[in-house]
């Protein structure tokens, strides 16, 4: 199956600092999308981003798709933005929105 | 987008018994999937429930230990059955929306001794 690699694994940041996460993927995808857990475990879906560039307040992703990889920007960080950070995927030759997820960047932002 | 609850949110079990968590979504999908994630861990796809039908398991996982209803098609459940210690997991509940979003419930966090 499809391999999906998130780096960093960890990333410490100061309040208001940017950053770029990263999330590599195995075989050409139909589905990719990102996720934050925050520190009580609820996950929220932040982009579904199979191809192109989508922005959402501070936050925006990029998906090269033929290149097999994408890109999460964090902008002017706050401590809320704690928590770790998942890339998921489905290839194109899975079953339908059957995600693999990567194994998460865990990002804390410090005041 | 749809709302997922799930029940219970968190419990503590003794090795050998079974738990039964509810999925219950605010309006009808297709598409509802249950995940695990172990200590420290990433997600784990253990199925995806399918209404009027026997789920589909993922490689490693098997029916005998989590069953898996569909009703309809705004509520699931799954059982863990004959727990032991490395069942401690988070079970999450998740849905396809409307735009091809996964969303997921709030979890529910399940302690085995």
């Known amino acids: 199956g499809i391999q999906v690699e998130q780096s960093p694994p960890d990333l410490i940041l100061q309040e208001g600092a940017n950053s770029t996460l990263r999330c590599n993927f195995s075989d050409s995808v139909n589905n990719l999308q990102w996720f934050h857990q925050n520190p009580w475990g609820q996950l929220i879906n932040l982009f579904y981003i199979p191809s192109g560039t989508k922005q959402n307040g501070r936050l925006s992703a990029t998906t090269v798709a033929t290149e097999r990889y994408s890109l999460l920007y964090i902008s002017s960080s706050q401590t809320t933005d704690s928590g770790v950070y998942f890339c998921a995927a489905e290839s194109s030759g899975a079953g339908s929105y059957q995600l693999t997820f990567g194994k998460g960047t865990k990002l804390s932002v410090i005041p | 987008s749809a709302v997922i609850s799930q029940k219970p949110s968190r419990d503590i079990c003794q090795r050998g018994t079974s738990l039964t968590i509810q999925c219950q979504v605010d309006s009808q999908v297709t598409m509802m999937f249950w995940y695990r994630q172990q200590p420290g861990q990433s997600l784990t796809l253990i199925a995806t429930a399918n209404q009027g039908s026997e789920a589909t398991y993922e490689s490693g996982f098997v029916i005998d230990k989590f069953p898996i209803s569909r009703p309809n098609l705004t509520f699931s459940t799954l059982t863990v059955s004959n727990m032991s210690p490395e069942d401690s997991s988070i079970y999450l509940c998740?849905?396809?929306?409307?735009?091809?979003?996964?969303?997921f419930g709030p979890g529910t966090r399940l302690l085995v001794l």
């Open positions: 998740s849905v396809k929306t409307s735009g091809s979003k996964i969303n």
